[in-house]
């Protein structure tokens, strides 16, 4: 609704040439009229006022505005799912670095014991010197072994504060640091769960209808197709309604009853041709459709082939394990025979040290296995966007 004066006398109140448009036509809707000590207004006979009402009611467009409207709610929800999916990649970055810091956890292990055997065989050795069973080459090479081994874990012990760092950062902890009383869950033992194979046909059923970044781009796509569908209405008519209600006079403002008017009607109006632009709008429009439905198809394969990957992933760590395992035992057994040949003489420094490096290489080997497994199974989970649970600490 609005509503006007408009008249054609000259206003009284002087006005500088320079002001602004808005000011002089503020100064010519407030002009002598009103000001009138007569009240009788402006007697200008050429002079025309009017004070009224309108309304106007959109009734029909060919269905445009209700398919912008749906296009519009589409768009929404495919900003709520793209939140969604930006979820999902946070707590799956969480989570590998969580594993991370596990991993250098296993290392500093690894590196301890490592330096530990090093610093037995080095006191071992030179016994062994002073009863004339081993020579001066023989003690420093232990000793390399056990700097060898403190290099190992300093640097071990590096990556570990490096990954809380990074694992408060995305947590989003204040100074991007963890508590320095707040220690990580240690690596347990594999759950029967997480040593299962998985469920192939199902996790793939899930990840087609829970990925957060699919039903964002069939969002995507069902917001186009109202596009198209809004482009297509500009063929029909447009029917509105509008109506007002006011006075109207001439001379002055002084309304009376018979100043008083109304008036009410429907429009129709239907667009014949404009020069082939809605056909143009509606080319650009189904194009736009096309390309979304191709992108919703690309996307649909690189969630398939990410699932697949996370899958395998998981079968392979889970084998890894069972191998690793079979080989530490077989590797610290060795290692336990060739020492104990090497004390009474009968196996020499370099089979010794060749049993050692074996038996850390299997030990790193089979750790890392256990962190992918556990890093296979977090992907798997944000390939199908299952629910992920919090990440514990404990202190």
């Known amino acids: 609704a609005n509503a006007g004066t408009a008249s054609q006398a000259s206003s009284p109140i ?33 002079s025309e006022h009017s004070t009224a ?16 409207l749906m296009a519009a709610k589409h768009i929404q929800r495919a900003s709520t799912q793209a939140l969604l999916d930006a979820q999902r990649l946070l707590i799956r970055s969480v989570e590998a670095a969580y594993y991370q810091v596990q991993l250098a956890r296993e290392q500093i292990r ?32 232990f000793r390399v072994r056990m700097l060898a081994a403190q290099a190992e874990l300093a640097g071990a012990r590096g990556l570990h504060e490096t990954g809380r760092v990074i694992l408060a950062e995305l947590m989003g902890l204040e100074g991007a640091q963890l508590p320095h009383d707040l220690e990580l869950s240690p690596l347990g033992e594999e759950t029967e769960e997480e040593l299962a194979a998985p469920d192939v046909a199902l996790f793939m059923a899930q990840a087609s209808g829970n990925r957060p970044d699919l039903r964002q781009m069939e969002e995507l796509v069902h917001g186009e197709e109202e596009n198209v569908r809004a482009v297509y209405g500009l063929y029909q008519p447009v029917v509105s309604m509008s109506g007002s209600w006011g006075f109207n006079r001439t001379s002055n403002i002084r309304y009376e009853v018979d100043d008083q008017s109304s008036a009410a009607g429907i429009e129709l ?12 709008r509606i080319r650009a429009a189904e194009s736009n459709l096309a390309e979304m439905w191709a992108s919703l198809t690309r996307q649909r394969l690189s969630v398939e082939s990410e699932f697949h990957r996370a899958v395998i992933d998981v079968q392979n760590s889970q084998e890894q394990i069972h191998l690793q395992r079979e080989n530490v035992v ?18 020499t ?9 074996d038996y850390i290489t299997t030990e790193a080997n089979l750790a890392l296995a256990r962190i992918r497994l556990r890093q296979a199974w977090s992907d798997l989970r944000a390939a199908v966007a299952m629910d992920h649970g919090a990440v514990a600490f404990n202190p």
């Not at 009402?53 to 912008?68: I, K, N, P, Y």
């Not at 610093?119 to 081993?134: D, F, N, V």
């Not at 077989?330 to 196996?347: C, D, F, H, P, S």
């Open 349 to 357: 420094l370099n089979r010794l040290n060749e049993a050692q490096r």
């Open 269 to 280: 109006r239907w667009e014949l041709f404009n020069g082939g632009a809605r056909e143009a």
């Open 330 to 347: 077989t590797a610290r057994e060795n290692r336990r025979i060739v020492q104990a040949g090497y004390l009474a003489g009968k196996e």
């Open 110 to 141: 690894i590196a301890q014991a490592a330096e530990e055997f090093a610093r037995e065989q080095h006191e071992e050795t030179r016994k062994l010197q002073s009863a004339g069973r081993a020579s001066i080459a023989d003690v420093d090479n």
């Open 53 to 68: 009402l309108t309304s106007s009611w959109l009734l029909f467009d060919g269905f445009v505005r209700e398919a912008q």
């Open 14 to 46: 002087p006005a500088d040439i320079n002001s602004p448009p808005a000011v002089l036509a503020l100064l010519n809707a407030i002009r002598r009229p009103f000001f009138n000590r007569g009240g009788d207004g402006d007697t200008n006979s050429f």
